[in-house]
Structure formats: structure tokens, C-alpha cells
């Protein structure tokens, strides 16, 4: 079965620190991987998409991330944290070829200290 | 341009209480879909509509949820004889087909508490 798997549940930096959130997937042909991010009662918004083009994707708000199919991974990053940038954080899988709802992580609270 | 938008925001009902969210999708956009977002669960698939072909059911917990999207347009997901398990945000999103590559745009949810 489709699976995503993000390793930290709460990650904390101080501002104007990199921000790294870590996801894995389960291995499958062709994923496509999302980020998406919700702040406190918002919906969810699209942070960045991978669908098989280049492997190092780049998104909103000075966000990136990079597929890596030897480690099946897709960590996202950012060079430097803004407070603003507090929120949740969630990994997401659908696979080519099976049904298109999306299989989510449980999801990383970020945290951003002054 | 307008994005998904779902009614009520909030819903408080009492256990047993029947109670209908609606949800209305980007205009053109083709697939629908539902999902519940709780505590002890993330974020978990219900249900999804695509064009005219019978919708995937294949994610509601039990046989007091069900859907209907109208004339291709909004979706009404209808929950009977409510739990308090059933507490939980539902989110919708849309987007313009049901491919796995297609971004599917949120909407704000609807908090449902039942007490």
C-alpha cells in the first residue's frame, strides 16, 4: 500500500536558520510528491510538486525539495527560517496509475523562535 | 480567481444528529474529493468524484457517510446518526481531473464537533 512517512513530528529552529523536513515514501513506480502546508484554522495550501521532470523542485516561499529515488525521499528545505513560516507541514504521495486521492504524512509542526 | 469554498465552518451537533456539509469546487474543475482531518487519525481519504463515473467510496469509515455531487458541480457529504468519533475538521479540494499529477486545491474545512 501507498505510504508517506515523515520522521519528525515537531522540528524547532530559530529564525534565520535552514529548515529541513523529512519525508520518505514507499517505493513505487512513477510517485508524484507534494508538500503542503496549513497554518492555525487555514486550509491547506500547495507548497511544491514533484511529477517525474527535474528532481529538485522549487516552491513557494523560498521553499525546495529534492527527489531522490535511491533513498526515496523527499525532504524539504529552506536557507533560512522566517517566523511566519510556523506551521504544519505535510508530506504527500499519489502514485500513476491508482486512484488519485492523495496519501498523507502525519505531518511535522514547525516551530520558529525568535 | 474563487477557490473551494465549504459550509458551515463550524458545525456542533448532538450525538445522533444527522448533519450535511456541502462543499463547492473551483468553477471547471472536474474531480472532487473529500477527506477528514483528526487527531488520532491526520488526514484521511473518504471519498472521490470524477466527472459522471461512480464515485471511489472506498475511504468512508462507515455506512452513515455518504456523498452526492449534483449536477457536477457542489458535493454534499451527509453523515447520520452522528458519533462523537466523528468529531474531526472535513476537508474538500478539487482539481481540473483526476490525475495523479494534478494539484488539488483545498478549502477551509468544516470543524464538526459532536457532543
Known amino acids: 500500500a501507498q505510504s508517506v512517512t515523515q520522521l519528525d513530528s515537531h522540528v524547532s529552529v530559530s529564525e534565520g536558520t535552514p529548515v529541513l523536513l523529512r519525508c520518505n515514501y514507499s517505493?513505487?513506480?512513477?510517485?508524484?510528491l507534494f508538500w503542503y502546508v496549513q497554518h492555525p484554522n487555514k486550509g491547506l495550501q500547495l507548497l511544491l510538486k514533484?511529477?517525474?521532470?527535474?528532481?529538485l523542485v522549487k516552491g513557494i516561499n523560498g521553499f525546495e525539495a529534492e527527489f531522490k529515488k535511491s533513498e526515496t525521499s523527499f525532504h524539504l528545505t529552506k536557507p533560512s527560517a522566517h517566523m511566519s513560516d510556523a506551521a504544519e507541514y505535510f508530506c504527500?504521495?499519489?502514485?500513476?496509475?491508482?486512484?488519485?486521492?492523495?496519501?498523507f504524512g502525519k505531518g511535522t509542526r514547525l516551530s520558529v523562535i525568535a | 480567481g474563487a477557490g473551494v469554498s465549504q459550509s458551515p465552518s463550524n458545525k456542533v451537533t448532538e450525538k445522533g444528529k444527522d448533519v450535511e456539509l456541502r462543499c463547492d469546487p473551483i468553477?471547471?474543475?472536474?474531480?472532487l474529493y473529500w477527506y477528514r482531518q483528526s487527531l488520532g487519525q491526520g488526514l484521511e481519504f473518504l471519498i472521490y468524484?470524477?466527472?459522471?463515473?461512480?464515485?471511489?467510496k472506498s475511504g468512508l469509515p462507515s455506512d452513515r457517510f455518504s456523498a452526492e455531487r449534483t449536477g457536477g458541480s457542489v458535493s454534499t457529504l451527509t453523515i447520520q446518526r452522528t458519533q462523537q468519533e466523528d468529531s474531526a475538521v472535513y476537508l474538500c479540494?478539487?482539481?481540473?481531473?483526476?490525475?495523479?499529477?494534478?494539484?488539488?486545491?483545498f478549502g477551509p474545512g468544516t470543524r464538526l464537533l459532536v457532543l
Open positions: 479540494a478539487s482539481s481540473t481531473r483526476a490525475r495523479e499529477r494534478e494539484t488539488q486545491y
Open positions: 517505493s513505487s513506480y512513477s510517485p508524484s
Open positions: 514533484y511529477t517525474s521532470a527535474a528532481t
Open positions: 504527500v504521495v499519489t502514485y500513476q496509475g491508482g486512484n488519485t486521492p492523495l496519501v
Open positions: 468553477s471547471g474543475h472536474t474531480a
Open positions: 468524484f470524477q466527472g459522471n463515473s461512480a464515485p471511489d
